[in-house]
């Protein structure tokens, strides 16, 4: 609505003028292209900022002149200033604007009142919220007057105020127009980035005031303004905070909208991120929460922009929210970078924020910073309190469990290892790993066999090389236009696009990513799901490093680390302090500067793969390759070096991008012998960073989780933020990723000359991929074949190329693992850990790891020797008898007399291993047999056997460890004596044992003239039965139960193949009613926990518990529901089964409680054998049920390990779970839910209450059993 409008609106409505004059300098033609535009309502305000553009949308505009005129009278003075303002404010057009009196309503009975600023009215108008401003419209209908003299008293009061400041400032009693102090209108040049915003003058009267008085007024104003609002804010009823909870229940959005404010902000492009915000203000109430306006509030911050700072302030009003620690840190940030703030308004603030139950402390031990924001936020403090200095408290409580508080408040004998380096050594290592992770990836050399290089080997580099340098050119210009024209699209409303995850590296950057995927992609090609989660992925991880160089996080993480030195160095001080607190009381007592976490945002998921489709769509679109590049005979033509396909899997139609065949054979002829790797694969040349919180530790820029999820799942996370207490988890991690390891070199030359050597499946080395079965070639359109014969060759080709493909995945990851191993050969390195939901630890590397295979398993040894003492010899024989899988009935003596009976063989494979009697190849982990036979002979031949420094990890493995905490949860005798909870003379099999039963329930059955039954005599063993015996108690069903024996019994050469269904199928059934007969506790547990999880999904929720250690598990099976993310290419379909809103997937929730609880239990047995081993000062790592340790120290690890079996088992798990369970589900119900489903409440309250009953098992028995782990 034009200005003229509103003046005759104003007319019709109040009977006489508003306005006493509007003069205004202009020359004859300006005033008549002023007139015209005005009077057309189209002035185009091309200097408006965001902020103006969202106060057209909260600004009230009456429409119709016959509206009540007592609904209007509160707004209408507002709008009409807003209007003179904004127009005043047009940057279109170069006038010089001349006072103007404003007239109050006549109707209140006020006087004329002139000489006031236009923002200083409409700005009480903001601080109002929407349901005040609704109340107020409805108190006026009945009071108009008394509403109207309260606001002209305050006008009242605050031009005098005005007026008094201004004689101070200037010294005159002049009469002069003060500078806007209005939040509404806020001028934003193009140069937003660079944190300066133009204050537009307001009315000026002939004789002007100087320029500079006027603006230090300005920012004490807005200053004390913003103070005011923040304080009238926290009195709007329905204002309120959200919490974390709030994060969960906006979803996939909120994280996005998050996102692409970072990112806009990382870029520099402040006015971007602005006006996105505005329009999701507009759209997206409802998803928003405080942290999202902090964004902008930071930036705004950090240029020393207040006007704006307040304006959010008043989005944030209106979106019924309420400031937070960041927001008031933010503020005090602004005022420290601001010249001269009054105390006033600084104590003004930090009365508010104490108010809301924030404390100064809170702000520097809670807050975020990023660079100097930190010191900014004491500067302003320290003008109210200059004595103030920041006093954070190292976290000193302890973990809440039983099972280890003695572990924390009685450590006068603990003995903490320290690593056998020297601080230097530590320090030096810490710079080498830094900048591996800086760079974010590391090339290393492969071991395929170093060929002689030919002249035609030398040409394909060459021209390999040429092509990457023009796939690079044409990616770069394809990058840039892609970039321009996604910059001006979605201009109007700035919608979501990708632009500014495009920015947030250099072009370089994403194209160097692209050409290092081509080199990765396999022949047979990769699905573009997983194609683009690897390239979003990777552009993540290098977004995630470079902010925290940008944040200023890498000089304070060095003077950090430089002083951990001394904990864990060979000549650093003696204490006992565990590395976690030891890194908490560093960071405490160096509290300046940034924050080392949080000041970082990853990209969702969503976006990730969004971003890492657009990429493929760039690379297929734009590389290309000449047709004739290898053949000169063919036609010369540009074609598309890499091409998208479909292919089918099972029903599902799914999208590949598969490489040319030029591509393929251009590599193979090349034989390049380099491989590039993220930094985040290969293990750590330094300690890893102490976890020591959800979101910190491990790696030392690139980001890692503390625990393992599905892919933008974040359930977990949260769970995890809110547990007060995850010291015992932390340190256990911490613990794992401090044994230091090397490389066996002389083990590891020898896999790696069979690799080159055409691989050996028997030893599980892959061939090579040119021993692949040659793909035949056929054409459907042979009318001399039949119908049939064609169907042949299909599943023959389909064959061909499946065998090929897995021959190519297994070569590489041989590879990949082989050229890790090759390439820390001289160094020592270390294994930082993470856990799953369940609390299972896993190795962060994710190729190289003593989780891997039993190659990756033999190459790694200890970095710290220790003497092999009295015993330590006979320990590392009864480990290699263990590895060939032999004498597994036979007690540790026989064990030990057996491998003193092949000590002939034993040194013949350590001295012969591939020209020798091959002994060692016949064992079930034959290359951890070898590295112990030469471990053997090396100690043997050594002077003092006794002495011999050995490196050699000894394991103890768990005799069924699942049945083992079913034993002992049910106090089953039977069961327990068939686990080895029970001490006996000879170990228990309790695969032999339930073998046995399985045969005699056969032979009754063949009795009975069952001919499935006949026909399998002589075919029951152990190993037929084992896996499934062994996975029962991880919730295998009946039909998973099948499968296991149908492919043991294929494996039997004499066994009918036409008889394999029905005789798996008997098999399965006659295995489940066995074990129901030997472990009757363990059956009724198993079901318990299996009806409990049944009945709360149906309830509609997730079933959740925690560990005796503390750690919240949550089970995250949800019902999937589809997204489709769309691009160039094709369309996505992803099925997300981690959103909350969904319903719990029932089946799912019920098969997986009883082992998900089980493998929470192990965990914790684990993790407290690990605590004390380390404050026994022993070396220890775990393979989930397989402790390794020295051999010297084996008799006190697995005393350890007993010891806390027992102390585990004490506890009173299944009643706690039971009291868990019903407290969380059926307390806190509503008294009308409980009426609707009665039948449903009561069951589940019956169910979750009747703990089952247990056995008379003495559970100290397990300390004198043998072979509990052996």
Same mark, same amino acid.
């Given at each position: ?233 926290? *009195? ?91 927001? #008031? ?30 404390? /100064? ?27 103030? $200095? ?25 003995? *903490? ?54 796939? #690079? ?27 500014? #995850? ?44 470079? @902010? ?48 080392? $976490? ?19 769509? /760039? ?60 930094? #985040? ?44 207490? /995850? ?64 169907? @042949? ?478």
């Amino acid at each position: 609505m034009s200005l003229l409008r509103l003046c005759a609106f104003a007319k019709c409505l109040n009977r006489r003028s508003l306005f006493e004059q509007c003069a205004v300098r202009l020359s004859r033609a300006d005033r008549c292209v002023l007139c015209v535009s005005l009077r057309d309502g189209a002035v185009r305000r091309i200097s408006e900022t965001p902020w103006q553009l969202q106060r057209k949308n909260i600004s009230f505009v009456p429409k119709r002149e016959d509206a009540k005129k007592h609904e209007l009278k509160q707004s209408l003075l507002h709008v009409l200033e807003a209007r003179i303002q904004q127009l005043q404010s047009d940057t279109v057009l170069d006038v010089q604007h001349t006072k103007v009196h404003f007239l109050k309503d006549p109707s209140s009975g006020n006087k004329v009142l002139s000489d006031i600023a236009p923002k200083s009215t409409p700005k009480k108008e903001n601080v109002i919220p929407k349901s005040e401003q609704t109340g107020a419209e409805e108190a006026s209908k009945s009071k108009p007057r008394r509403w109207m003299e309260k606001l002209k008293q305050e006008e009242k009061k605050k031009l005098q105020y005005l007026k008094k400041e201004t004689v101070q400032s200037k010294g005159s009693n002049s009469s002069s127009s003060l500078p806007s102090t209005s939040l509404k209108t806020i001028s934003t040049a193009a140069g937003a980035a660079a944190g300066t915003a133009e204050n537009p003058t307001p009315q000026q009267t002939v004789a002007d005031a100087k320029v500079s008085s006027k603006t230090e007024l300005v920012e004490i104003k807005q200053m004390e303004r913003l103070s005011q609002l923040i304080s009238q804010l926290r *009195y709007s009823s329905n204002l309120k905070v959200l919490q974390c909870d709030s994060e969960a229940e906006c979803g996939d959005l909120y994280k996005r909208i998050c996102s692409y404010l970072e990112a806009c902000v990382f870029s520099q492009d402040i006015q971007r991120a602005q006006r996105f915000l505005v329009n999701q203000h507009k759209k997206r109430k409802r998803v928003m929460n405080t942290n999202v306006y902090n964004i902008m509030i930071r930036v705004l911050a950090k240029h020393n922009n207040l006007n704006q700072i307040g304006r959010i302030f008043i989005m944030l009003e209106e979106a019924n929210l309420k400031p937070n620690l960041g927001s #008031y840190c933010s503020v005090l940030e602004c005022m420290g970078r601001k010249p001269n703030c009054p105390p006033n308004v600084v104590i003004r603030c930090l009365t508010q924020m104490e108010e809301e139950g924030f404390s /100064l402390d809170d702000v520097f031990r809670k807050g975020v910073f990023r660079q100097d924001e930190r010191d900014m936020v004491l500067k302003a403090v320290q003008i109210v309190q200059p004595d103030y $200095q920041t006093s954070l408290k190292t976290d000193t409580e302890q973990c809440s469990s039983s099972l280890v508080h003695n572990y924390y408040t009685q450590r006068s004998d603990h003995r *903490y290892p320290k690593l056998d380096f020297s601080q230097e050594e530590l320090q030096q290592r810490f710079k080498k790993q830094l900048t591996i992770e800086q760079d974010c990836t590391i090339t290393i050399d492969s071991v395929e066999a170093k060929k002689p290089i030919t002249e035609h080997i030398a040409k394909m580099r060459k021209l390999l090389a040429n092509q990457r340098f023009l796939w #690079y050119k044409s990616l770069l210009q394809a990058l840039r236009e892609s970039k321009k024209i996604l910059a001006k699209t979605n201009t109007v409303d700035y919608r979501h696009n990708l632009y500014p #995850y495009l920015c947030v590296l250099k072009d370089k950057d994403y194209v160097d990513i692209m050409i290092q995927s081509i080199d990765e992609l396999p022949p047979s090609g990769e699905a573009l799901k997983i194609l683009a989660k690897y390239l979003g992925g990777r552009v993540n991880t290098k977004y995630s490093v470079r @902010q925290k160089q940008h944040n200023q996080t890498v000089e304070k993480l060095n003077n950090i680390y430089d002083t951990y030195t001394d904990l864990v160095a060979k000549d650093g001080k003696e204490c006992d302090t565990l590395p976690r607190e030891e890194w908490c009381k560093i960071v405490t007592d160096q509290n300046s500067g940034p924050s080392l $976490q949080g000041g970082e945002s990853d990209l969702p998921f969503i976006v990730t793969l969004e971003l890492g489709m657009y990429m493929v769509d /760039l690379m297929v679109s734009n590389i290309k390759i000449n047709s004739d590049i290898l053949n000169p005979d063919f036609d010369k033509k540009l074609i598309p070096l890499i091409y998208h396909m479909y292919t089918f899997r099972s029903t599902r139609q799914v999208g590949f991008i598969k490489p040319h065949p030029i591509l393929s054979q251009m590599q193979l002829e090349a034989m390049e012998t380099k491989l590039t790797f993220d930094s #985040y694969v290969m293990p750590m040349l330094c300690p890893p960073v102490p976890w020591n919180s959800v979101k910190s530790g491990a790696y030392l820029l690139t980001p890692s989780q503390l625990m393992r999820t599905g892919e933008g799942a974040t359930q977990h996370e949260e769970l995890l933020e809110q547990c007060q207490n /995850l010291h015992a988890v932390l340190d256990t991690l911490n613990q794992l990723g401090n044994c230091a390891w090397r490389i066996n070199k002389s083990l590891l030359d020898i896999i790696i000359s069979i690799f080159n050597d055409r691989g050996n499946d028997k030893l599980d080395i892959p061939p090579p991929f040119s021993e692949a079965p040659k793909i035949p070639h056929f054409s459907p359109q042979d009318p001399s074949n039949t119908s049939s014969e064609k169907a @042949q060759m299909k599943r023959e080709v389909s064959s061909a190329r499946k065998k090929g493909s897995e021959m190519h995945s297994l070569r590489m990851d041989a590879l990949y693992k082989l050229s890790i191993a090759n390439f820390m050969r001289d160094e020592i390195f270390w294994f930082p850990h993470n856990m799953d939901f369940r609390g299972r630890t896993y190795p962060c590397p994710p190729h190289f790891n003593h989780l891997g295979s039993d190659v990756t398993r033999a190459v790694l040894v200890f970095a710290d020797g220790k003497p092999l003492g009295p015993k330590g010899l006979n320990w590392i024989k009864i480990h290699l008898v263990n590895l060939t899988g032999l004498k597994k009935k036979s007690s540790l003596k026989g064990r030990l007399e057996y491998a003193n009976s092949l000590m002939e063989d034993i040194l013949d494979s350590a001295d012969n291993p591939l020209t020798g009697k091959k002994w060692w190849m016949n064992a079930d982990e034959p290359w951890q047999a070898l590295g112990c036979c030469m471990e053997i002979a090396n100690a043997v031949r050594s002077p003092d056997p006794t002495r011999f420094i050995s490196n050699f990890p000894v394991h103890q493995d768990g005799s069924c460890n699942g049945l083992q905490h079913y034993a002992a949860l049910g106090r089953d005798v039977i069961g327990a004596t068939s686990v080895n909870l029970m001490p006996c003379e000879l170990p228990q099999d309790v695969y032999s044992g339930v073998a046995q039963q399985v045969e005699e329930f056969r032979v009754r059955d063949a009795k009975n003239g069952v001919k499935i039954a006949k026909l399998l005599e002589g075919v029951i063993s152990r190993k037929v039965v084992k896996q499934t015996v062994m996975t029962v108690v991880y919730g295998v069903t009946r039909y998973g139960g099948r499968l296991q024996i149908e492919k043991r019994l294929k494996e039997i050469d004499e066994f009918p193949k036409e008889h394999l269904w029905e005789a798996s199928r008997y098999l399965v059934r006659l295995v489940f009613n066995g074990l129901q007969e030997m472990f009757t506790g363990t059956r009724e547990i198993q079901e318990w926990l299996t009806q409990s999880a049944r009945l709360i999904s149906k309830a509609g929720h997730s079933v959740q518990w925690v560990t005796p250690l503390g750690l919240p598990v949550i089970q995250p099976y949800h019902r999937a529901r589809r997204l489709v993310l769309k691009s160039l290419l094709q369309s996505v379909f992803l099925l997300i089964n981690y959103d909350t809103k969904q319903m719990p997937d029932t089946v799912k929730q019920k098969n997986a409680f009883p082992p998900n609880f089980i493998h929470s239990l192990d965990s914790t047995h684990m993790m407290l054998t690990s605590l004390h081993c380390y404050s026994a000062g022993l070396a220890f790592v775990s393979v989930h049920d397989c402790f390794w340790t020295h051999a010297l120290t084996v008799d006190t690890m697995n005393k350890i390990c007993r010891e806390q079996f027992v102390a585990l088992h004490s506890q009173p798990i299944l009643q706690e779970l039971s009291n868990y369970l019903v407290q969380k589900y059926c307390t806190g119900i509503s008294l009308e839910a409980k009426k609707k489903k009665t039948q449903e409440y009561l069951e589940l309250r019956l169910c979750l209450a009747t703990v089952p009953q247990t056995g008379d098992f003495d559970l100290q028995k397990v300390k004198e059993s043998t072979y509990f782990f052996s």
